[in-house]
């Protein structure tokens, strides 16, 4: 006997789903406007939208009125967290498109560098700080104390891929060599960063086991070897067939198929699907005729995705739990311990790379912003149990300003930095990509960024 097929969504949830997504997506364009007029990316007002209309604000002060305009049930939850989550993917998998592979080799050395630096001096002030914190913070979490300071310390060392790769854009900075060196040091930075949450998840559930971590390296390893030799040459083989065709359809479909494929490849495996995502758009950025055909998908994605997942990744922020004085101290502890520690690790991993303290300084503003990456780590920290919802609502609170922070600073560091050569004709190539009319290279020699 054949099953029957699943009902489709009733009217009503659909109705409701319509309306969340008007609204979030109405609410973040003009909020994002706003920050623009004030000198800020529009990104600030985009991750504010989901805090204006969650339980932080609108769900404290008008409950009724809130779960009316976003029902709180978990199939509307779902349907959100979806169009999210195909977001994220296409944001990180289009910024993976603009990455300058042939810079990131000549200057492989100080990405490694900074990365390593920006790593491991927050992940260890994060550990020493997760055993000085009050036990109070920890009530209610079903790990040890030790579990407890490793989870922090690796919320701490992890970068926001998505928020800095909008960040970047909204500030017309991908094309710069400190955005490229930014993006390469981030992603490094979470590639560990995941895999340091893998085995916390694990040691605060099941335990961690040789094999398991032996084989989590294996798979990544794995994955990076793959992508360095079979599928360069399959996406190169595919994106230049595609390139010639007349119209830009087939090549936004065959980007589209490529980083979706990536995240399908790397979430299979334990890994998260952002990075197969980022990976699957470098490897497109080997193909530069394919190009100026991805533009209406940039435009898509920068215009109406990328707004609804940062409007959606606010929902689930409660900020009115640090009313409690301790849990705001802690918050103070936390943030100040998460924005020195990332900094001074990038600073110095810039300057012993040989970059100006300028570059410094802005490498550590991009890779401080934490963003919807650090409230993914909070959530799977709640869901095992290694937090508690008090530790969980500290860490929001550095993802949230950790993200603000990061366009003044880099707006300031990035007004001393003089164009090189390669930018200048990058940011012919990046502005030929989006439709807008190149700048003449001769009017930004010398002179610092936009």
């Known amino acids: 006997m054949l099953a029957s097929p699943v009902a489709p969504l009733a009217p009503h ?5 319509l309306v969340a997504i008007t609204l979030l997506l109405l609410l973040a364009r003009v909020l994002g406007r706003i920050a623009e007029r004030f000198g800020m990316p529009a990104i600030v007002g985009e991750l504010i939208t989901g805090m204006l209309l969650g339980p932080s604000l609108l769900g404290h002060l008008a409950p009724r009125l809130s779960n009316w305009l976003l029902p709180h049930q978990a199939e509307q939850i779902h349907l959100l967290d979806a169009v999210g989550q195909l977001g994220v993917l296409l944001l990180v998998g289009i910024t993976g498109t603009h990455l300058d592979l042939g810079m990131l080799r000549r200057r492989g050395r100080a990405a490694a560098a900074v990365s390593l630096s920006g790593l491991m001096i927050p992940l260890g002030l994060g ?4 055993w000085l914190l009050p036990h109070s913070v920890m009530d209610g979490g079903k790990a040890g104390r030790g579990v407890f300071a490793l ?8 970068s926001a891929i998505p928020v800095i790769a909008k960040t970047l854009s909204d500030m017309r900075l991908l094309h710069r060599n400190i955005g490229q060196l930014t993006l390469a040091a981030g992603t490094i930075d979470d590639v560990v960063g995941w895999l340091l949450l893998s085995i916390v998840s ?3 559930t099941t335990g961690v086991s040789t094999g398991k971590l032996t084989l989590s390296v294996v798979y990544l390893v794995a994955v990076l070897l793959f992508a360095a030799t079979i599928g360069r040459v399959l996406v190169g083989r595919i994106m230049t067939r595609i390139a010639q065709a007349p119209t830009s359809e087939p090549a936004v479909a065959a980007a589209v198929l490529i980083i979706l494929s990536g995240a399908v490849i790397t979430h299979s495996l334990g890994m998260e699907p952002v990075f197969g ?11 530069p005729s394919v190009q100026p055909k991805l533009a209406p998908l940039r435009s898509v994605v920068m215009a109406v995705l990328a707004p609804l997942f940062l409007a959606t990744a606010g929902l689930r922020m409660d900020l009115t739990a640090l009313n409690d004085r301790t849990i705001a101290l802690t918050a103070v502890a936390v943030l100040s311990a998460a924005i020195i520690g990332k900094f001074v690790g990038a600073y110095l991993g810039a300057r012993l790379s040989r970059l100006s303290r300028w570059e410094g300084l802005a490498l550590g503003a991009g890779m401080n912003a934490r963003g919807v990456i650090e409230v993914v780590v909070a959530t799977t920290g709640l869901r095992v149990g290694a937090i508690n919802t008090a530790t969980y609502t500290v860490i929001i609170l550095v993802a949230i ?12 560091a990035m007004a001393r930095v003089v164009y090189s050569d390669d930018e200048r004709l990058r940011k012919i190539d990046h502005d030929t990509w989006h439709g807008r009319t190149p700048d003449d290279p001769a009017r930004l020699e010398g002179k610092p960024a936009l």
């Open 277 to 287: 995502a980022f990976i699957a758009g470098a490897l497109i950025a080997t193909v």
């Open 151 to 158: 989870f922090l310390g690796v919320a701490m060392c992890v």
């Open 13 to 17: 949830p659909l109705l409701v789903f």
């Open 401 to 412: 300003v950790t993200s603000l922070m990061a366009p003044p600073l880099l707006r300031l």
């Open 127 to 130: 550990i020493g700080l997760g």
């Open 202 to 204: 694990a040691a605060a």
